[in-house]
């Protein structure tokens, strides 16, 4: 089966750097890949969708220069938590779709957890 | 409010017993899925149905999407520890721009 691969699977990093996690699908090419951002015990919560070539398209209340998105190629997008506070602690999975239409498969990374000091 | 309204947020049961987990909209679906997520890892996917009163049936558990395809239901059948795990029902709706939307998820803790 496809394989996203996302990393790192864990980061621990000081107030005001910045952070920059990947996706990558490792077997198929992905159009769109997503950010989704988990709490403990709760759902996950859509950031963004990564368009390859283009720029993400941000969920409300998320703020794009926060959260950096860039989809340069078919295989890799990135997140990149800029200037993180600890209120950025949260758990972020990635997502890849194959294919074109909305009913493909989505592929999931095994998730980022960021813990900001 | 959310789009997809799921229920119940917690279940604590006993090793062998059923349950029932829902999901719920206002809105039709493209298609709906269930996924299985455990701590510190991405959600694995279960099942997805796209048709009305479809029902999939994967070992103990029973999924099923209603006739107007606006809910869904996943069914355990005499639960394992193993089952323990939180679950989520997703789905894409077209005038969201086919993303994919979770519910809030339940969390299912199956005691031996």
């Known amino acids: 089966g496809a394989v996203v691969s996302q990393h790192p699977s864990w980061v621990i990093c000081k107030s005001g750097t910045s952070v920059k996690i990947e996706c990558r699908s490792l077997?198929?090419?992905?159009?769109?890949m997503f950010w989704y951002r988990q709490f403990p015990k709760q759902s996950l919560m859509l950031m963004a969708t990564?368009?390859?070539?283009?720029?993400?398209?941000?969920e409300q209340g998320v703020e794009k220069d926060k959260f950096l998105i860039n989809h340069a190629s078919l295989t890799l997008s990135t997140l990149t938590v800029t200037s993180a506070h600890p209120e950025d602690s949260s758990f972020y999975i990635c997502?890849?779709?194959?294919?074109?239409?909305?009913?493909?498969?989505?592929?999931f990374g095994s998730g980022t957890q960021l813990s900001v000091l | 409010t959310q789009l997809l309204e799921q229920s119940p947020q917690f279940l604590s049961i006993q090793e062998g017993e059923n349950l029932t987990v829902y999901c719920n909209s206002s809105?039709?679906?493209?298609?709906l899925q269930w996924y299985r997520q455990e701590p510190g890892e991405g959600p694995v996917l279960l099942v997805t149905?796209?048709?009305?009163?479809e029902v999939k049936k994967l070992k103990r558990l029973t999924f099923q999407f209603g006739d107007a395809r606006k809910d869904s239901s996943l069914h355990i059948t005499a639960a394992q520890p193993g089952d323990t795990g939180l679950y989520l029902c997703?789905?894409?709706?077209?005038?969201?721009?086919?993303?994919?939307?979770f519910g809030a998820g339940t969390i299912l803790r199956v005691k031996s």
């Open positions: 990564s368009n390859e070539g283009s720029k993400a398209t941000y």
């Open positions: 997703a789905g894409t709706v077209m005038e969201y721009g086919n993303k994919l939307v």
């Open positions: 077997d198929f090419q992905a159009t769109t």
């Open positions: 809105s039709v679906f493209s298609s």
């Open positions: 149905v796209v048709t009305g009163g």
């Open positions: 997502s890849a779709r194959r294919g074109e239409t909305a009913n493909e498969k989505l592929f």
